[in-house]
């Protein structure tokens, strides 16, 4: 995995990045006798890991690429995410419902109290090994899918492909493996973990966008200024205690570009934000520049990256001229996440 990258944009002071990842490699499929067929789709070679709606949470694509990168099996990045989605949809605080002689499973990576004193460590150095703690919880995940794929490949025998044995594990225990001798069937009383392993492969296919076919045009820094009021910070100027995204602090009529090529979905009035734009981007991810003087593109049209689409201002809920810029997962208000990661990841800051 030493080729995969993940895509994100820049700015001066600031930085921003789109996101994708360079795989590289196909993705394995199989079990392919009866009931077991098409446990997943293969994803093309040459693709690149998707953010945002639909595929990963912007914050978490490093931990995921750096997770899979750390194995010498070459353990896909994509599986990784797939796993993310289907056990938690990303959400850190997640826990499972108690089955039978099985405690919950807790957190992102949903690991179970017992499989998680053995397997979790302290990957961010923070002093605590913490299960709730996506940047610990998902390298810790990678760890333990490694030493899985290692274990998988010593039995060729088994039912699957390495990377769905080991997923098989994961969820019910290697335990359950030697029981069924890989894979369960999906007739068999763990059936559940076959319908784990199919799902995995299935969305891992879908957590992809081709390298260099969807993301065409240039991306850039929305303004070259010097920054404001930097992502969260806290304050009473803000409906929500703290600031959604981040400023760039350029005069009134400032030339506004489009960070990269999308649909815009909003170009309009917006409450406190002022006149603003929105612009879904093809890895899934939002775009979103706010308190303009004047807007230059219409809900619907393409824009290509680098793109006028308005000049800044200070309409809205403001105490002078800047651009408001945000990233967000959806299209709407609360689905905001830290620009700089964002365009760090797509070269544009350092």
């Known amino acids: 995995m030493g080729n995969a990258r993940w895509i994100v944009p820049v700015m001066a002071g600031l930085v921003m990045t789109p996101i994708a990842v360079g795989l590289g ?24 890991l998707k953010a945002g709606d639909g595929g990963v949470p912007p ?93 998988a490949k010593e039995h060729p025998d088994y039912r699957g492909k390495p990377i769905e044995v080991a997923l098989a594990a994961y969820h019910a225990g290697w335990e359950t493996v030697e029981t069924y001798r890989g894979v369960p ?15 995995v492969m299935k969305s891992s296919s879908y957590m992809v966008v081709p390298a260099g076919g969807s993301l065409p045009g240039n991306w850039t820094l929305p303004v070259v200024g010097p920054a404001g009021a ?11 205690g703290f600031h959604t995204g981040i400023d760039f602090v350029v005069p009134t009529g400032t030339e506004v570009r489009a960070i990269g090529p999308g649909e815009v979905v909003t170009a309009g009035p917006g409450g406190d934000y002022g006149n603003q734009i929105v612009i879904r981007h093809e890895d899934g991810t939002y775009s979103q520049y706010a308190h303009l003087l004047e807007i230059r593109v219409t809900a619907g049209q393409r824009v290509e990256g680098s ?32 620009p700089l990661p964002y365009l760090r990841g797509k070269g544009l800051i350092s």
């Open 230 to 240: 930097p992502y969260h910070q806290q304050g009473s100027s803000w409906s929500t």
């Open 25 to 48: 490699f196909l993705l394995i499929s199989s079990v392919n006798d009866g009931e077991d067929a098409d446990l997943g789709a293969p994803a093309p070679m040459g693709t690149e």
């Open 307 to 338: 793109r006028v689409i308005g000049f800044s201002g200070a309409t809205g809920n403001v105490t002078g001229p800047h651009l408001h810029f945000e990233i967000r997962t959806g299209p709407d208000f609360g689905s905001d996440v830290s």
């Open 59 to 151: 914050e978490y694509g490093q931990l995921i690429l750096d997770a899979a990168a750390d194995c010498d099996q070459k353990l896909p990045a994509t599986v990784l995410a797939a796993q993310l989605k289907q056990g938690s949809n990303f959400q850190a605080r997640a826990q499972s419902i108690e089955s039978g002689d099985r405690p919950p499973a807790q957190g992102i990576a949903q690991f179970r109290p017992d499989v998680w004193e053995a397997e979790g460590y302290d990957a961010n150095e923070d002093g605590r090994v913490d299960v709730w703690d996506p940047a610990d919880a998902i390298p810790s995940q990678g760890r333990a899918m490694c030493k899985l794929l290692v274990k």
């Open 185 to 199: 069937r999906a007739s068999w009383s763990d059936g559940a973990t076959f319908e784990y392993v199919r799902g």
